[in-house]
């Protein structure tokens, strides 16, 4: 299912200009959120984030029309699971990279399935060759510019990985190709900081507050390789897969399936899934 124009549509092929700054330059931003029983989870985290990557980009979006495109979707399968995209593009203009002071933004949503089966599912990482350029303001948006983590993605792929480990420019531990990092060393939770070059994900964000509600210590800090080697336990997060437990990285084992901070978060995250 498609929202574009304030209105549902059950084709994808509607009239789309082709001058569009988000279609030829990647200029825009998205966000993915799940949606259970028609109500999407945390909303309001993805739409504030939206709107201030907008406001960094200096995309003139009004968040009424987000919010509309979230309810009317969700309102069209009111009672079921859904992965939902909202994207926004800085809209059309001249030829050239600099954008027009009077462009339109383009707002358009679509929803796909989503199964309780795709979120805790174990993980093993490859370190990429790619690196995260922590010195772009970009490296910490969720820009239409996902090119690199395709590329990792493939990569991981086709060495036999689930997901590729990438690192930033100074070799410290970013994220996945698409999702945020945690290791627990001696019960104390770790992830690596906007500054290394990373997106600050929504889901990442609940989990360092589900820390904080079971007393879990928790630190936003520069995260090495080899400390996610020695980790007691290693996992990613992101909004429709929640937590996946890192069962290996580069083929050494990570013994996440043991760790009672993991399980204590996993159980916590799940009871709060259920509550709304």
């Not at 050239?96 to 933004?105: I, K, M, N, S, T």
Request: charged letters at 20%; one cysteine or more.
């Amino acid at each position: 299912m498609f929202w574009y124009r304030d209105a549902c549509h059950a084709d994808s092929e509607v009239p789309f200009n082709l001058a569009d700054r988000g279609l030829l330059l990647g200029d825009g931003l998205f966000e993915t959120m799940l949606v259970r029983d028609g109500i999407p989870h945390q909303a309001g985290r993805h739409l504030d984030r939206l709107m201030a990557g907008a406001a960094t980009l200096a995309i003139a979006v009004e968040r009424p029309v987000l919010q509309r495109a979230v309810t009317q979707l969700c309102a069209v399968d009111a009672g079921a699971s859904r992965a939902l995209r909202l994207t926004v593009t800085r809209g059309t203009g001249p030829r050239g990279l600099l954008p027009h002071p009077e462009c339109v933004p383009t707002v358009f949503a679509s929803t796909a399935t989503w199964t309780r089966a795709m979120a805790f599912t174990p993980i093993r990482l490859v370190t990429s060759p790619i690196r995260r350029n922590a010195s772009s303001p970009t490296s910490r948006l969720k820009t239409l510019g996902y090119l690199d983590n395709i590329l990792a993605l493939q990569d991981a792929k086709a060495r036999g990985a689930d997901d590729a480990m990438l690192l930033s420019i100074t070799g410290a531990v970013a994220c996945t190709s698409a999702a945020n990092l945690f290791a627990v060393r001696h019960d104390r939770l770790l992830t690596p900081p906007a500054s290394d070059g990373i997106l600050p994900g929504t889901m990442r964000a609940m989990v360092l507050d589900l820390a904080a509600t079971l007393g879990i210590l928790a630190e936003e800090r520069s995260v090495g390789p080899d400390d996610l080697l020695l980790a007691d336990a290693v996992f990613a997060t992101n909004s429709l897969r929640l937590l996946m437990p890192v069962t290996a990285i580069d083929g050494t084992p990570i013994p996440t399936a043991t760790s009672p901070v993991y399980a204590a978060l996993a159980s916590a995250l799940r009871h709060s899934l259920d509550q709304h």
